[in-house]
């Protein structure tokens, strides 16, 4: 019996839309992410527990661990007979990279159970194709960070899909979920289908230099790079009461403020734990809209997707 853990990630880090992605882990210990349980079965089967798991389909085919499943038996052209158990604790339509945590935890355990047949690079390609069947196009920056953990920045060319980036190692990010639900695909289709050259030029220049931020450890440059043109003016009407949270935000001495995702999740980065313990007690109190809500203390996840005790 194999049991994997994936954790949840910050996709785009509002300078790098779709390439710039980082795994979190929560300061206090707890685990924030989905875990999948596999071994031998004489069928297949498909045992769904946790949480969120109230917000999955109810038919299995419709299910993305069957699908991670499914595609896994063509590639191996065999009926692959195990018995599966998902433990979603991942809301879904959060932008915490909730259905990274499921496809990227179920296709390293198969992986594992058949004896590695897929190399690292062969499987994420897997786990960026099988995200884009779900949000409408592939994007690799919930799966890759999800998976290597860490900050990774998505290349896609010459056989390399992503790559580790330095990141600043005393900055504490604050992830605050409402409690609601928006769809990845319809978050992206509100994005205009192009955007003008002055933004192009402006969004080359930030991400390129926020790398450079990162690789010299240049933190308050770093810090003042992170804005994001691309998404946030189309996605903020989707977050409920989104200029006021930032503004306080700010006030109460976040460094940086930002969509995670697809939100409505929120993300916002301090070095100080006062400063992150204020922000998190405003939100828990002001940003939260039923009880499945929740506001995590995080820094980063650096070691990704793993095997984890029974
Ligand atoms: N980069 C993707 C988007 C992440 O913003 O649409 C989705 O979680």
Request: net charge positive; with cysteine.
């Given at each position: 019996?194999?049991?994997?853990?994936?954790?949840?990630?910050?996709?785009?880090?509002?300078?790098?839309?779709?390439?710039?992605?980082?795994?979190?882990?929560?300061?206090?210990?707890?685990?924030?992410?989905?875990?999948?349980?596999?071994?031998?079965?004489?069928?297949?089967?498909?045992?769904?527990?946790?949480?969120?798991?109230?917000?999955?389909?109810?038919?299995?085919?419709?299910?993305i661990?069957?699908?991670?499943?499914?595609?896994?038996?063509?590639?191996?052209?065999?009926?692959?007979?195990?018995?599966?158990?998902?433990?979603?604790?991942?809301?879904?339509?959060?932008?915490?990279?909730?259905?990274a945590?499921s496809i990227v935890?179920?296709?390293?355990?198969?992986?594992?159970?058949?004896?590695?047949?897929?190399?690292?690079?062969?499987?994420?390609?897997?786990m960026?194709?099988i995200?884009?069947?779900?949000?409408?196009?592939?994007?690799?920056?919930?799966?890759?960070?999800?998976?290597?953990?860490?900050?990774?920045?998505?290349?896609?060319?010459?056989?390399?899909?992503?790559?580790?980036?330095?990141?600043?190692?005393?900055?504490?990010?604050?992830?605050?979920?409402?409690?609601?639900?928006?769809?990845?695909?319809?978050?992206?289709?509100?994005?205009?289908?192009?955007?003008?050259?002055?933004?192009?030029?402006?969004?080359?220049?930030?991400?390129?230099?926020?790398?450079?931020?990162?690789?010299?450890?240049?933190?308050?440059?770093?810090?003042?790079?992170?804005?994001?043109?691309?998404?946030?003016?189309?996605?903020?009407?989707?977050?409920?009461?989104?200029?006021?949270?930032?503004?306080?935000?700010?006030?109460?001495?976040?460094?940086?403020?930002?969509?995670?995702?697809?939100?409505?999740?929120?993300?916002?980065?301090?070095?100080?734990?006062?400063?992150?313990?204020?922000?998190?007690?405003?939100?828990?109190?002001?940003?939260?809209?039923?009880?499945?809500?929740?506001?995590?203390?995080?820094?980063?996840?650096?070691?990704?997707?793993?095997?984890?005790?029974?």
């Amino acid at each position: 019996m194999i049991k994997i853990y994936s954790p949840a990630s910050i996709g785009n880090l509002n300078v790098g839309f779709d390439v710039l992605g980082a795994a979190i882990a929560p300061i206090n210990g707890k685990l924030l992410g989905d875990c999948i349980t596999i071994q031998s079965s004489k069928i297949f089967k498909l045992i769904i527990t946790g949480n969120f798991s109230f917000q999955l389909p109810e038919k299995m085919k419709h299910n993305i661990v069957w699908k991670c499943w499914n595609h896994f038996c063509k590639i191996l052209k065999k009926n692959i007979l195990v018995l599966i158990i998902l433990e979603k604790n991942m809301p879904i339509g959060s932008g915490l990279g909730s259905s990274a945590c499921s496809i990227v935890s179920t296709l390293v355990a198969i992986n594992k159970f058949c004896n590695k047949p897929l190399n690292q690079q062969e499987l994420l390609n897997l786990m960026g194709t099988i995200e884009g069947e779900i949000s409408g196009e592939p994007h690799y920056d919930n799966v890759a960070p999800c998976y290597h953990g860490g900050l990774q920045l998505v290349i896609q060319e010459n056989n390399l899909i992503s790559q580790s980036i330095p990141f600043f190692k005393n900055w504490l990010w604050i992830v605050a979920w409402p409690g609601i639900n928006i769809s990845t695909s319809e978050a992206r289709s509100i994005l205009p289908n192009q955007y003008n050259k002055k933004t192009c030029i402006t969004h080359s220049r930030l991400l390129a230099s926020f790398i450079h931020a990162s690789y010299t450890q240049q933190y308050y440059l770093a810090l003042k790079l992170m804005q994001d043109i691309i998404a946030e003016p189309y996605r903020k009407q989707l977050i409920p009461k989104f200029i006021t949270i930032k503004q306080t935000m700010l006030k109460l001495g976040a460094m940086s403020f930002g969509i995670s995702g697809s939100g409505p999740t929120i993300f916002m980065i301090c070095d100080d734990k006062k400063i992150a313990s204020k922000i998190y007690l405003w939100l828990s109190n002001n940003y939260l809209k039923n009880k499945t809500g929740f506001v995590h203390i995080c820094k980063l996840d650096t070691q990704g997707t793993r095997t984890i005790g029974l």
